[in-house]
């Protein structure tokens, strides 16, 4: 008994532990930690506050008034098979993958929240929805860090490919957990078992159940996706900044430089260039450092450099994992299988890229000539041309994603009743 509770005891003495060293670095170098604050700050206002902002009120709104219901009954034929997911986590799919992280956490705890998910469905979902968004990935990867458009088919295709084929993998895990009914994905009991009926009469019955039960006026619903959706901007924000501080506080220490050093040493057993160091020990920690850093070692060579980027991406810095974290500590969620899908996911895009660049480079300077990013310096756009660029880009991936989803659950529920 005694043991337990000294070991119960030394966590929270290591964490203030940590704290208290860091606020005596950050006394002792103030600089440091104003222009590392100041980064952060400017990366949260003129990227992510722009692009994640109309998604998160968007996808609120979208909760309230059912249409995710109603999606939900259209795509469960594939999605259940598929991922182990019901139909509902279709609609995570399609915007954690538009909008990129961490929508697909904040939906999928939202879904948990309302109960219409198991935990373990959840775990599943938030593991391969957690994705870069394809502005960041093609406007700022490709075009601004590489000045090369045409790297973005090889990103997209290593990193979206392979974050789906985790979302197979992760339908294996918790393989003896129960699943959720099909009518427990609407708040109508029952409506996934209308029987008789066709799946678009039945996920309209589903939206107008879901609507019915929410019940709040249109500017209620509006006024709480704001409210919500700022709080969590505010979170992301402060991560941002938490970890460009840290960053900045353990290079001006010397254990950031040691790292590197060691990292380079690694690459170097392997045949790889120590130059790619600065772009893994970055993207350790934040996606958009990493990947900059990937697109400045040129003489790493192209291929290395996507490589790199294409793990960078996928891994997601702990900033993004601290963002997931903060979100799935709102419901029962745990943090462990989301780490374990971080991994496959980043090694599996890596091999991606590094097979698929020999084979895509001859299509660089056509996919160049056809993206709308001609002209632009290697600064990034203006925050609303982001925004704008991002919910564009955005919602036509989504769109196409659930068109594509709707025919296949279409061609299955017709298959399905021609067979009775």
């Known amino acids: 008994m005694k043991r337990?509770?000294?070991?119960?005891y030394l966590a929270p003495l290591l964490i203030a532990g940590v704290c208290g060293l860091f606020l005596i670095l950050m006394a002792a170098h103030p600089s440091t930690v104003l222009d590392a604050a100041t980064r952060g700050l400017s990366i949260w206002w003129d990227v992510l506050f722009p692009s994640l902002l109309p998604f998160f009120i968007i996808s609120e709104a979208l909760l309230g008034f059912g249409i995710?219901?109603?999606?939900?009954?259209?795509?469960?034929?594939?999605?259940?098979?598929?991922?182990?997911?019901?139909?509902?986590?279709?609609?995570v799919v399609a915007m954690g993958y538009a909008s990129g992280y961490p929508v697909g956490a904040k939906l999928t705890t939202r879904l948990r929240i309302q109960n219409l998910i198991t935990r373990e469905e959840g775990e599943r979902l938030v593991a391969f929805t957690t994705s870069s968004d394809p502005i960041f990935l093609i406007g700022a990867v490709a075009v601004s860090f590489f000045g090369n458009a045409g790297l973005a088919l090889t990103l997209a295709l290593a990193h979206y490919g392979s974050g789906l084929l985790v979302g197979i993998v992760m339908r294996f895990y918790a393989p003896h957990a129960p699943l959720t009914p099909m009518d427990n994905t609407s708040p109508a009991k029952g409506v996934g078992n209308i029987k008789g009926t066709f799946i678009f009469r039945r996920a309209f019955h589903a939206m107008h159940e879901a609507r019915k039960q929410d019940g709040r006026p249109l500017g209620t619903l509006l006024k709480e996706a704001v409210d919500s959706s700022l709080k969590l901007m505010i979170v992301v924000g402060g991560l941002v900044v938490f970890f460009s501080v840290v960053m900045d506080l353990l290079a001006v220490i010397g254990i950031m430089p040691f790292w590197e050093h060691l990292l380079q040493l690694l690459l170097q057993t392997f045949h790889l260039s120590p130059d790619l160091a600065p772009a893994f020990t970055g993207g350790l920690f934040e996606v958009t450092l990493g990947a900059k850093s990937a697109g400045a070692a040129v003489s790493a060579g192209t291929h290395a450099q996507v490589v790199a980027a294409a793990w960078v991406l996928s891994w997601a810095g702990l900033s993004v994992h601290a963002q997931i974290a903060s979100i799935m500590n709102q419901s029962d969620l745990r943090y462990m299988p989301f780490l374990f899908a971080r991994l496959v996911h980043s090694v599996g895009a890596a091999v991606a890229a590094y097979w698929l660049y020999p084979l895509l480079m001859r299509l660089e300077p056509q996919l160049s000539a056809w993206l709308p990013y001609q002209g632009h310096s290697a600064a990034w756009m203006s925050p609303w041309e982001t925004a704008w660029s991002s919910m564009r880009v955005g919602l036509v991936l989504a769109a196409l994603f659930f068109i594509l989803m709707c025919l296949i659950s279409f061609l299955i529920e017709t298959m399905r009743l021609n067979r009775r």
């Open 4 to 8: 337990r509770t000294s070991r119960s």
């Open 68 to 91: 995710v219901h109603f999606i939900g009954t259209l795509l469960d034929p594939v999605m259940r098979p598929l991922f182990r997911i019901p139909g509902i986590g279709g609609f």
